[in-house]
């Protein structure tokens, strides 16, 4: 089901300005909790509904903000309305905010917010997403690790907002690389796994899967195709040092043309890339397709659907490249040289180690799983929390604290009140008390899982991880608050009940979030 909250509004906002209420939605948006707690749950900005997108006067504005909340009227769902700076505000009524969102939680489990209107208005279809893509016979560095978790984390966010999704790892498995593979079997972990499943048993400790692993190599006959057609096509220009190259019309950084023969015939990067693209597209038909890589790759990738663009695949316009930072000072205690089997090693023995010194840690059945699937969390968070464009420096102590802002600290609240849940029997979700919630602390909480929906959409719009994790994060810190300050034990029956619901729904949209990151939700620890 829908926001039933925007849609009120957009209802009563719609009759006043006689525009249809699907035009308002968007415009209707929650507002942040912040620690100066505001009474009010939604706010809409006058200028964006009136006058077309037109600037108004301070003055109009005004006028008009006056005039709009003096027709506007509340009804059974909205409370008070009230105006601020060029917006309007709404309260709900706060025994229906409780009710809704814990039932609309419960009921939509995993899809809650994707569920919403601003994101099921957004059209389906079938997405391709490349990533991680290590060279096999070279170490798989701390940049393909990126590539593997910023990868993982838009095709979980695609498939969840309904899209079908294509996972791709195309392999470097070309020239020089190909030739030492040899040389890099050691690298690779266990021998024996690498020959019996290349890679796999990597991508199953980071709990990552790929629907199809293509290599470079596949694509060298096939990349004979695509210079003959750039050839045809009049694209390809011979140069006096016998290469072959494409002029690109946007010049950007770098060069004003791009390199795609050998003067001995033979395919380059690109070429390879250039037969790849055509070749997905052919078999998959797809509206979208992401590659991602780090920053050093987006000359490459801009090149590269310039080339489709003059070759004319209009659905060029539906390619797009996903850069991230560096990654600096990842470091084991045993050294520098950095293997993603190293990294998830160190993560686990760093987070066994602070496991057996807290006096919190709770008896474990295995331990290793647990402090396995937390030490990725912090890995995860560590890396989503800025934009993925800026460059960072990697702290183990700081990403492993279990207070602040943390994967531990996420995995940590997920803990707790799985085992609150587990104590006591919260009843069911469509029978409790909505007047117990009213503590400021219990509509905090309510306020912030509003905006949930928003949240998403932002992160689905710029393929961005961030918005995820600091709203989880808040979520987080107002959920350890409610469990200080509204106690289940030796509280009324109707109140332990009431509670109890709303630690679950915090629980069950925290799940979610996390899954969503890529990250597994432990229930001790
Ligand atoms: N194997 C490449 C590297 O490690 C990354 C491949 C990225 N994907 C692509 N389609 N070019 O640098």
Redesign the pocket.
């Known amino acids: 089901m829908a926001c039933p909250f925007r849609r009120a509004i957009a209802a009563q906002v719609s009759r006043v300005l006689d525009l249809p209420p699907e035009k308002l939605i968007n415009s209707i948006t929650a507002v942040a909790v912040s620690k100066k707690r505001s009474s009010e749950d939604f706010q809409l900005f006058v200028d964006s509904v009136v006058e077309n997108g037109k600037r108004l006067s301070i003055h109009d504005l005004q006028a008009q903000t006056q005039r709009l909340l003096e027709q506007l009227k509340c009804d059974a769902v909205v409370n008070e309305i009230s105006s601020g700076p060029g917006k309007i505000k709404f309260k709900i009524n706060r025994e229906v905010l409780a009710k809704t969102i814990v039932q609309q939680v419960s009921k939509d489990g995993s899809e809650y917010g994707f569920k919403s209107e601003l994101l099921s208005s957004l059209p389906r279809g079938k997405i391709v997403v ?1 990533f991680s ?3 096999v016979a ?1 170490r798989f560095h701390v ?2 690790l990126r ?1 593997t978790i910023i990868g993982n984390f838009i095709s979980n966010l695609m498939k969840a907002l309904g899209h079908d999704v294509t996972r791709i790892n ?3 498995d070309w020239g020089m690389q190909f030739g030492l593979l040899g040389a890099g079997f050691q690298q690779f972990g266990c021998e024996e796994k690498l020959k019996a499943n290349p890679l796999q048993h990597l991508f199953e400790r980071l709990g990552v899967h790929f629907d199809e692993f293509s290599g ?1 190599s596949f694509y060298q006959d096939k990349a004979q195709d695509i210079l003959k057609l750039l050839e045809n096509r009049g694209l390809l220009r011979k140069t006096e040092k016998g290469t072959g190259v494409v002029d690109l019309p946007e010049k950007r950084v770098g060069s004003s043309y791009a390199t795609v023969v050998r003067s001995d015939g033979t395919s380059l ?1 690109i070429t390879r ?1 250039l037969a ?1 693209a055509v070749d997905r597209m052919d078999k998959y038909c797809c509206e979208r397709m992401i ?1 991602v ?2 920053k050093s ?1 987006e000359n ?2 801009q090149q ?1 659907f310039q080339i489709l663009r003059l070759m004319g695949y209009k659905w060029t316009d539906g390619c797009c490249h996903v850069p991230f930072g560096l990654v600096q000072g990842m470091k084991t205690r045993r050294g520098d040289v950095l293997f993603l089997e190293d990294v998830l090693d160190e993560a686990r023995t760093r987070m066994l180690q602070n496991m057996t010194s807290s006096e919190t840690t709770k008896e474990l059945e295995d331990p290793y799983d647990t402090a396995e699937k937390v030490g990725l969390a912090a890995l995860i968070i560590q890396d989503f929390k800025g934009p993925l464009l800026s460059d960072y420096r990697f702290d183990w102590d700081r990403a492993l604290q279990s207070r602040g802002d943390t994967g531990v600290f996420l995995q940590y609240t997920h803990a707790r009140l799985h085992s609150l849940e587990e104590m006591c029997n919260s009843g069911r979700s469509d029978d409790f008390n909505a007047a117990c919630l009213q503590d400021p602390q219990a509509i905090s909480i309510l306020q912030h899982l509003l905006r949930y929906d928003e949240v998403l959409c932002k992160s689905c719009e710029d393929l961005q991880p961030k918005y995820i994790v600091n709203y989880l994060l808040a979520l987080s810190h107002l959920a350890g608050v409610a469990h200080k300050t509204l106690p289940v034990k030796g509280s009324t029956i109707d109140v332990a009940q009431a509670r109890l619901q709303l630690f679950k729904t915090v629980r069950s949209v925290l799940a979610s979030g996390m899954k969503l990151l890529g990250i597994k939700p432990v229930i001790k620890m």
């Open positions: 490349e893509s290590p060279n070279k940049g393909h590539s195309y392999l470097g470079e990067y890339d790849a590659y890589t780090d790759q490459h990738f590269l």
